[in-house]
């Protein structure tokens, strides 16, 4: 089990004190403090301005110099949070994105608000917003990295991978993620770098990026941080891959589609692969029956995210003809994630809080499999926020189906 952290949790308070003072209707949210310094606030109100009032207080009360924000766009419009941010908050440096699903405190939800708000006492954070992704060029988002790295640099004396980290969200239907994480990485050197491609709560339309008040979909928002907390970056998965094979004979890579596998109907191919009717094939299917590719002698997830009329199927990651790809078999979920968790505990001597960032066909195969509480309940105790993807970064990888996150220790645990 994990160690337990100095953190403190109350319903209804900071937000309603301020609620209180300009006669509006108390806010129903959560707080929770961690001892690295960390705080965190969710609600499902959806009230906009009323959060970030909420937002504005409890960073005065811990000097945050930069927060995150994971927002379900079914609870309020980007556009709004940002109008609220910008009147309660303008001077707070923020990085926000929409969501397929939240991790919150209290363990899933959906339909929710998320912030997390980063002490200047132990934080630094520098971050920018790269946008139109479609027709941008790659070395301009390495240099938008190194840039980041002179500015954080200037502000801390120093850009150590030992004592800082990146963070990166990416519209989740750009088609653009490989690319756009492969050339963060490249300018990031040794700093590890992890990530979640925005959702839109499994509509498949359209997804929101805020960065310091600019929204925008189409868009990638990088975020440096150095601190003096220690860390960990890691992932985990819950899949085998089987003898099973299904090679893409005819695609369409810039939409991520595929129309044949082993010269045959994509979704007919899948269907008889996993022993299910292509008629009968859902997004649960696709959670419960994912494929996998090997790179460099390890295996990941090529998730499939929807099948078309014509018997086509779209995917979350890149794809292309030649590319073969393994059936793969589910593991137990529980019994992996707890493992990783429980290792991760290891390394750092005690887990403050992670950060978490898990495909939302995780949380669609939890359900399936019934084991959705259990999963909730590992995130509850062992401290884990963050939202649910479209896709995950993981160094210089992107992927599906995985959870990838960053882990905070005990301060005094540092090196």
Known sequence: MPSTPARRETENGRAQEASEDIGRKPLASSRTSYASGLSALTTDEPDADAFALA????????????????????????SVLSQGLK??????????????????????????????????ASFSAVSTMVDNLSSSGMDRITDEVEALR?????????????????????????????????????GLDDIPLIG?????????????LISNGKVASDSAIIVLVATEIPFHVFKTDNFIPTDEKLVVTASDPDHRTVREFNATNAAEEYAASVGIVAQNLTPMSFASHPVVVKVGGEFYCRSIQKMHPDGSLSFFCA??????????????????????????????GGIDMILGFDCVLRRLDARNRQVFRDISELYRVNNVIGFGTYGEQYRSMHLNQTFTGIAFGERQAAE
């Open 319 to 348: 794809i292309d003809d030649g590319v073969v790809l393994s059936i793969a078999q589910p593991k137990d979920m529980v019994e992996s994630t707890r493992a990783a968790l429980r290792d991760v505990e290891e390394r750092l």
């Open 55 to 78: 937002v504005a207080v409890e960073a005065a009360a811990i000097d945050a110099g930069f927060a995150l924000l994971f927002f379900s766009q079914s609870l309020f419009d980007a």
């Open 150 to 186: 002179r500015l954080l640099r200037g502000r801390t004396g120093s850009c150590h991978a030992k004592s800082t980290f990146a963070l990166c969200f990416i519209d989740g239907l750009s088609f653009a993620e490989e690319a756009v994480t492969s050339a963060i990485h490249w």
């Open 196 to 208: 979640g491609s925005a959702g839109d709560d499994l509509k498949f339309e359209t997804t929101r």
């Open 87 to 120: 009147t309660h908050a303008p001077t707070l440096a923020y990085a926000a994105c929409s969501t397929a699903g939240e991790i919150t405190p209290q363990g899933l939800e959906e339909g929710h608000v998320l912030a997390l708000l980063f002490p200047s």
